[in-house]
Protein backbone atom coordinates (compact mmCIF):
# COMPACT_ATOMS: atom_id res chain seq x y z
CA UNK A 1 0.00 0.00 0.00
CA UNK A 2 3.16 2.25 0.85
CA UNK A 3 4.12 2.39 -3.28
CA UNK A 4 0.68 2.77 -4.17
CA UNK A 5 -0.17 5.99 -1.72
CA UNK A 6 3.08 7.11 -2.86
CA UNK A 7 1.81 6.82 -6.67
CA UNK A 8 -1.30 8.39 -5.25
CA UNK A 9 0.71 11.82 -3.87
CA UNK A 10 2.75 11.83 -7.10
CA UNK A 11 0.25 11.73 -9.33
CA UNK A 12 -2.15 14.42 -7.63
CA UNK A 13 1.23 17.01 -7.41
CA UNK A 14 1.45 16.36 -11.16
CA UNK A 15 -1.91 17.02 -11.67
CA UNK A 16 -2.27 20.61 -9.94
CA UNK A 17 0.85 21.17 -11.83
CA UNK A 18 -1.19 20.94 -14.86
CA UNK A 19 -4.27 22.42 -13.84
CA UNK A 20 -2.65 25.31 -12.28
CA UNK A 21 0.04 25.74 -13.88
CA UNK A 22 0.32 29.96 -12.70
CA UNK A 23 -0.14 28.42 -8.98
CA UNK A 24 2.20 30.93 -6.72
CA UNK A 25 2.95 32.80 -9.47
CA UNK A 26 1.79 36.21 -7.56
CA UNK A 27 2.66 39.98 -8.24
CA UNK A 28 4.80 42.05 -5.74
CA UNK A 29 1.34 42.95 -4.10
CA UNK A 30 0.70 39.19 -2.91
CA UNK A 31 3.33 37.29 -0.36
CA UNK A 32 2.09 33.13 -0.52
CA UNK A 33 2.20 30.86 2.88
CA UNK A 34 2.16 27.19 2.93
CA UNK A 35 -2.01 27.14 3.72
CA UNK A 36 -2.37 28.55 0.36
CA UNK A 37 -0.26 25.09 -1.42
CA UNK A 38 -2.20 22.79 0.94
CA UNK A 39 -5.57 23.79 -0.03
CA UNK A 40 -4.92 23.58 -3.70
CA UNK A 41 -3.14 20.18 -3.00
CA UNK A 42 -5.78 18.81 -0.70
CA UNK A 43 -8.86 19.56 -3.39
CA UNK A 44 -7.15 17.29 -6.12
CA UNK A 45 -5.88 14.70 -3.69
CA UNK A 46 -9.22 14.53 -2.14
CA UNK A 47 -10.20 13.12 -5.75
CA UNK A 48 -8.17 10.50 -5.45
CA UNK A 49 -8.89 9.53 -1.68
CA UNK A 50 -12.55 9.77 -1.68
CA UNK A 51 -14.26 7.98 0.62
CA UNK A 52 -12.10 9.77 3.66
CA UNK A 53 -12.51 12.46 5.51
CA UNK A 54 -10.11 15.75 4.27
CA UNK A 55 -9.09 18.70 6.64
CA UNK A 56 -6.28 21.14 6.75
CA UNK A 57 -4.31 23.30 8.69
CA UNK A 58 -6.29 22.05 11.79
CA UNK A 59 -4.77 22.55 15.77
CA UNK A 60 -3.73 19.83 17.64
CA UNK A 61 -4.89 20.42 21.37
CA UNK A 62 -3.05 17.52 22.90
CA UNK A 63 0.61 18.54 21.07
CA UNK A 64 0.99 22.14 22.11
CA UNK A 65 -1.66 23.13 18.61
CA UNK A 66 0.72 21.90 16.28
CA UNK A 67 -0.84 22.00 12.92
CA UNK A 68 -0.85 19.33 10.22
CA UNK A 69 -1.30 20.79 6.98
CA UNK A 70 -3.24 18.02 5.06
CA UNK A 71 -5.26 15.11 6.54
CA UNK A 72 -7.20 12.26 5.63
CA UNK A 73 -9.21 10.28 8.55
CA UNK A 74 -13.11 10.02 9.65
CA UNK A 75 -13.81 12.95 11.81
CA UNK A 76 -14.46 11.78 15.37
CA UNK A 77 -12.35 9.17 15.54
CA UNK A 78 -8.71 7.82 15.65
CA UNK A 79 -9.45 4.38 13.63
CA UNK A 80 -9.05 5.71 9.88
CA UNK A 81 -6.00 7.87 10.70
CA UNK A 82 -4.85 7.41 7.40
CA UNK A 83 -2.56 10.01 6.01
CA UNK A 84 -0.99 12.90 7.08
CA UNK A 85 0.86 15.18 4.92
CA UNK A 86 3.21 18.07 5.26
CA UNK A 87 3.37 20.40 2.34
CA UNK A 88 6.67 22.37 1.63
CA UNK A 89 7.86 25.33 -0.98
CA UNK A 90 11.50 24.44 -0.64
CA UNK A 91 13.43 21.09 -0.10
CA UNK A 92 15.45 23.43 2.67
CA UNK A 93 12.23 23.68 3.98
CA UNK A 94 11.25 20.58 4.13
CA UNK A 95 14.14 18.90 6.11
CA UNK A 96 12.22 18.85 9.63
CA UNK A 97 8.77 17.31 7.93
CA UNK A 98 9.90 13.83 8.49
CA UNK A 99 10.68 14.58 12.01
CA UNK A 100 7.64 16.17 12.80
CA UNK A 101 5.47 13.17 10.98
CA UNK A 102 7.33 10.41 13.53
CA UNK A 103 7.47 12.24 16.59
CA UNK A 104 3.80 13.94 16.32
CA UNK A 105 1.70 12.44 13.57
CA UNK A 106 2.69 8.94 14.36
CA UNK A 107 2.61 8.60 18.14
CA UNK A 108 0.14 6.72 20.00
CA UNK A 109 -2.56 9.08 20.44
CA UNK A 110 -2.76 9.85 16.91
CA UNK A 111 -1.56 6.91 14.95
CA UNK A 112 -1.71 8.17 11.18
CA UNK A 113 -1.37 5.05 9.04
CA UNK A 114 1.26 7.54 6.80
CA UNK A 115 3.40 10.31 6.97
CA UNK A 116 4.48 12.34 3.47
CA UNK A 117 6.75 15.51 3.43
CA UNK A 118 5.66 17.00 -0.06
CA UNK A 119 7.45 20.08 -1.67
CA UNK A 120 5.59 21.86 -4.39
CA UNK A 121 8.26 23.27 -6.27
CA UNK A 122 7.60 26.28 -9.17
CA UNK A 123 6.73 25.10 -12.76
CA UNK A 124 5.31 22.13 -11.80
CA UNK A 125 8.68 20.48 -9.42
CA UNK A 126 7.87 18.30 -6.94
CA UNK A 127 9.11 15.85 -4.47
CA UNK A 128 7.59 13.56 -2.31
CA UNK A 129 8.35 11.55 0.46
CA UNK A 130 6.00 8.87 2.17
CA UNK A 131 6.42 6.74 5.60
CA UNK A 132 4.43 4.19 6.71
CA UNK A 133 3.99 3.87 10.56
CA UNK A 134 5.50 0.61 12.49
CA UNK A 135 7.02 -0.67 9.39
CA UNK A 136 10.30 1.23 8.30
CA UNK A 137 8.70 1.82 4.53
CA UNK A 138 9.42 4.89 2.76
CA UNK A 139 9.14 5.70 -0.92
CA UNK A 140 10.25 8.66 -2.93
CA UNK A 141 8.71 10.11 -6.02
CA UNK A 142 10.21 13.04 -7.75
CA UNK A 143 8.53 14.89 -10.76
CA UNK A 144 12.14 14.47 -12.53
CA UNK A 145 12.20 10.36 -12.50
CA UNK A 146 9.16 7.71 -13.56
CA UNK A 147 6.56 6.94 -11.27
CA UNK A 148 3.05 5.07 -11.80
CA UNK A 149 1.36 7.83 -12.70
CA UNK A 150 -2.82 7.38 -11.40
CA UNK A 151 -5.97 8.43 -12.66
CA UNK A 152 -8.91 9.70 -10.38
CA UNK A 153 -10.91 6.70 -10.06
CA UNK A 154 -14.36 6.66 -12.07
CA UNK A 155 -15.87 2.88 -10.96
CA UNK A 156 -18.89 4.03 -9.53
CA UNK A 157 -19.96 0.88 -8.24
CA UNK A 158 -16.44 0.27 -6.09
CA UNK A 159 -16.36 3.78 -5.18
CA UNK A 160 -20.23 3.19 -3.21
CA UNK A 161 -18.65 -0.01 -2.01
CA UNK A 162 -15.65 1.84 -0.38
CA UNK A 163 -17.64 4.31 0.93
CA UNK A 164 -20.14 1.89 2.63
CA UNK A 165 -17.19 0.29 4.54
CA UNK A 166 -16.00 3.77 5.46
CA UNK A 167 -19.42 4.65 7.06
CA UNK A 168 -19.32 0.87 8.79
CA UNK A 169 -15.96 1.36 10.48
CA UNK A 170 -17.05 4.92 11.74
CA UNK A 171 -20.52 3.12 13.02
CA UNK A 172 -18.14 0.51 14.79
CA UNK A 173 -15.54 2.55 16.37
CA UNK A 174 -18.53 4.71 17.73
CA UNK A 175 -20.42 2.07 19.25
CA UNK A 176 -17.22 0.45 20.93
CA UNK A 177 -13.75 2.36 20.49
CA UNK A 178 -11.95 -0.86 21.16
CA UNK A 179 -13.93 -2.94 18.75
CA UNK A 180 -11.49 -4.97 16.45
CA UNK A 181 -11.81 -3.26 13.01
CA UNK A 182 -8.76 -4.80 11.46
CA UNK A 183 -11.01 -6.87 8.75
CA UNK A 184 -12.86 -3.86 8.00
CA UNK A 185 -9.72 -1.97 6.57
CA UNK A 186 -8.30 -4.96 5.15
CA UNK A 187 -11.45 -4.86 2.91
CA UNK A 188 -10.60 -1.37 2.41
CA UNK A 189 -7.19 -1.70 0.97
CA UNK A 190 -8.13 -4.21 -1.17
CA UNK A 191 -10.71 -2.02 -2.49
CA UNK A 192 -8.30 0.95 -2.56
CA UNK A 193 -6.07 -1.63 -5.22
CA UNK A 194 -9.25 -2.90 -6.99
CA UNK A 195 -10.00 0.82 -7.67
CA UNK A 196 -6.98 1.75 -9.50
CA UNK A 197 -6.74 -1.81 -11.03
CA UNK A 198 -3.56 -2.67 -9.56
CA UNK A 199 -2.91 -6.10 -6.87
CA UNK A 200 0.23 -5.05 -4.63
CA UNK A 201 2.31 -6.84 -6.16
CA UNK A 202 1.48 -4.96 -9.85
CA UNK A 203 2.06 -1.96 -7.33
CA UNK A 204 5.36 -3.13 -6.35
CA UNK A 205 7.18 -4.59 -9.11
CA UNK A 206 5.70 -1.28 -11.53
Known amino acids: MTELVADILASAAT ?16 NEYEPNLSFHYANILRRFLFWLDCDFDVSKPNLGNRRPDIIFHKRGIHALNFLVV ?3 RSERDAEEDIEKIKAYWFNKRLSYRFGASTVLGENGLFSVQLLESGTGKEETRRSNKDFNGLCVPMASELRATQAKLGNRLLAATQQDA ?9 KIDQLVYALYGRTPEEIRTG
Open 15 to 30: SLGEEQPTLSKFTSET
Open 86 to 88: EVK
Open 178 to 186: EVDVSGLKA
